[in-house]
């Protein structure tokens, strides 16, 4: 138990670095009945989220989140000196955003209290390290949500599997001719992902605090002379997160719950 602090320092140290890929907040709202509606706001140690849902019938739901980040929460491996392209930050940092949109099928078990849901939806996001170094993204995705939704708690887990084209730019140099020569790099390329998220959510009959950690693998449609060159970031690690952990706070409201 005394190593806890530990890992949790070693998790956000991972998590907070730029990234050209930083996965979107999941929708897991374990719906009840129709006419619920549940809003989720929280911040990760990448950026602050809202994730929003609605049953609108018995059977199906529509489910949205959307984040965004300004030099992360821990400045770790940020360039002070670059620009900010977007909004007018006088000394520029890195930043990401993400806005998603799914619908799908709750309540798929006959339990009241054991939920199994599945999602469809599509991502767009993109990130910047100044004016050069960017990357914008299209994601399509299914997602399944599993947990067991109690009174006061709820406990669950998601897993996601995911498709991104995207749209990446940085400055390289070239060497082939004998000398240096700088240049922008453009490359449009598919990447294949798969997500899986643990949440806890514990609280009253509507307002609950939630808990979330969970992983990310991508694998790049790339040669691997690509793959050194775009999907390498410059510390010599991947260039996406790898992990996130994040906490918030769920509200739920527009029907009788079931007890």
């Known amino acids: 138990m005394k190593n806890i602090p530990y890992y949790l320092f070693l998790l956000s140290l991972i998590t907070g670095c730029s990234s050209m890929y930083i996965p979107s907040p999941k929708p897991t709202p374990l719906f009840e009945k129709e006419g619920e509606v549940q809003i989720e706001i929280g911040t990760s140690v990448n950026s602050p989220f809202v994730i929003a849902g609605y049953a609108f019938s018995e059977k199906y739901a529509l489910v949205a989140s959307g984040s965004f980040s300004y030099r992360n929460f821990m400045n770790v491996y940020e360039s002070p000196y670059v620009e900010f392209d977007i909004l007018p930050f006088p000394d520029g940092a890195f930043a990401h955003r993400t806005v998603e949109l799914g619908i799908g099928r709750y309540n798929m078990r006959p339990s009241s209290r054991q939920k199994l849901e599945l999602f469809a939806g599509a991502v767009y996001g993109n990130a910047n390290e100044g004016t050069q170094w960017k990357n914008s993204y299209y994601q399509c995705f299914v997602q399944t949500n599993i947990g067991n939704r109690k009174k006061h708690f709820e406990l669950g887990g998601s897993f996601r599997l995911a498709f991104s084209l995207f749209d ?3 400055p390289e140099r070239d060497y082939s001719n004998g000398f240096g020569q700088d240049y922008i790099l453009y490359k449009t390329f ?13 609280g009253g009959d509507h307002l609950k605090g939630c808990f979330r950690v969970g992983g990310n693998v991508a694998l790049p449609l790339l040669s691997s002379s690509e793959y050194e060159i775009i999907w390498m970031s410059r510390s010599g ?3 996406y997160t790898m992990f996130h952990l ?5 509200y739920s409201f527009g029907s009788k719950l079931k007890q």
């Open 246 to 250: 994040s906490i918030g706070l769920s």
């Open 190 to 202: 598919g990447v294949a992902h798969t997500e899986a998220l643990f949440f806890m959510k514990f």
């Open 168 to 170: 990446y730019q940085s």
């Open 237 to 239: 690690i991947w260039n």
